[in-house]
């Protein structure tokens, strides 16, 4: 019962920038992390970044100082800001949630299924 709506993918040239946004519905009761994972073409998923409970955020080495993951607990969105893109940075980006269901005593996780971002070399 909880949905993850990826938006804000496209192509952008080497250097720009680009936002995603994902929003996150139904019956979420306690949002303990929100995040985005990539999958390049031939690569695993990996972390991008991550806002955690708490406040704190942890990004890939790769993005860092570049990319910046916002939030709001309020809304049930979270966002990612991508500057000076590379072509390295091209895949397939993927919101993630962890939290309570109303129903659940255990924490589940929750994904979108993807958003393109393509930039070219």
């Known amino acids: 019962q909880v949905q993850l709506v990826e938006s804000g993918g496209g192509l952008v040239q080497p250097g720009g920038s680009l936002s995603l946004s994902c929003a996150a519905s139904?019956?979420?009761?306690?949002?303990?992390?929100m995040g985005w994972y990539r999958q390049a073409p031939g690569k695993q998923r990996e972390l991008v970044a991550i806002?955690?409970?708490?406040?704190?955020?942890n990004y890939a080495d790769s993005v860092k100082g570049r990319f910046t993951i916002s939030r709001s607990d309020v809304n049930n969105m979270v966002y990612l800001q991508m500057n000076s893109l590379e072509p390295e940075d091209t895949g397939v980006y993927y919101c993630?949630?962890?939290?309570?269901?109303?129903?659940?005593?255990?924490?589940?996780?929750?994904w979108g299924r993807g958003t393109q971002v393509t930039v070219p070399s």
């Open positions: 993630n949630l962890r939290g309570y269901e109303t129903h659940s005593t255990r924490p589940g996780d929750y």
């Open positions: 139904g019956s979420i009761s306690i949002i303990v992390a």
């Open positions: 806002s955690n409970r708490g406040g704190g955020t």
